[in-house]
């Protein structure tokens, strides 16, 4: 079975444009997370869904993110405008439904850098 | 509020060497605890994990016991090698209120040389 798959890889950008990051979750997973891991911050936690229902967006720094869930196979997060403070890795991860919830998958990362 | 605390990196040791990274954590009764491995260019994996006081959790011959009383999730190996070069990250989920939310330490980088 696949992992969790995002694109892109990679994004380089210039600070206005809007950026858009794509996470397809595991198939059978209905949790997913959206982190970002910078050197300054390490590994925060942005938002997460369940059953495509936002659970908890505190994470979110502010209103320039935006992140969706419309069906369980796809997932976006939006900064709209990025800065280059966003710059940064941005994984998606997935994991089954309880008890099994506590394992999270994790995709290979977005390498996002704002100019 | 809830924390992992990890010792500072970069941890570097020469093939066959015993390896301990050390983590201690801060939260409200028992949580469950866990160590992820981030290796180059990749996301991260679940390593192991532990869910109760005493349970030791183990794989690829790391090893990490649930330590109450010190509140420690130490993460052992005794003979590393060049492959288990990676950053390793402490992490725990609260035992109520928090979902399933991981926190995450800082992470440690281990470099294993010849």
């Known amino acids: 079975d696949a992992g969790v798959i995002q694109s892109p890889r990679h994004e380089v950008t210039e600070m206005g444009q809007e950026v858009t990051l794509r996470c397809k979750p595991i198939s059978g997973h209905d949790y997913l997370f959206w982190y970002r891991q910078t050197m300054m911050r390490g590994l925060e936690l942005l938002i997460y869904?369940?059953?495509?229902?936002?659970?908890?967006d505190s994470g979110m720094p502010e209103d320039r993110f935006s992140a969706k869930m419309p069906n369980a196979s796809f997932s976006t997060l939006k900064i709209q405008p990025s800065e280059p403070r966003d710059s940064a890795v941005y994984f998606c991860?997935?994991?089954?439904?309880?008890?099994?919830?506590?394992?999270?998958?994790f995709g290979p990362g977005t390498r996002l850098t704002v100019l | 509020g809830d924390s992992v605390t990890q010792m500072e990196g970069p941890v570097t040791l020469s093939e066959e060497a015993f390896l301990t990274i050390n983590c201690t954590y801060t939260?409200?009764?028992?949580?469950?605890l866990f160590w992820y491995v981030q290796y180059p260019g990749e996301g991260l994996q679940l390593l192991l994990k532990a869910t109760k006081a005493d349970d030791k959790g183990s794989n690829k011959g790391f090893e990490a016991t649930y330590r109450k009383e010190t509140t420690s999730f130490h993460l052992e190996k005794g003979s590393v090698q060049v492959s288990d070069s990676a950053v390793y990250f402490c992490?725990?989920?609260?035992?109520?209120?928090?979902?399933?939310?991981?926190?995450f330490g800082t992470g440690t980088q281990l470099k294993v040389e010849l």
């Open positions: 939260a409200t009764g028992y949580p469950s």
């Open positions: 992490a725990l989920i609260p035992v109520t209120g928090g979902g399933n939310k991981l926190t």
């Open positions: 991860a997935s994991s089954l439904p309880s008890p099994r919830w506590d394992e999270q998958f």
């Open positions: 869904f369940n059953n495509n229902v936002p659970i908890d």
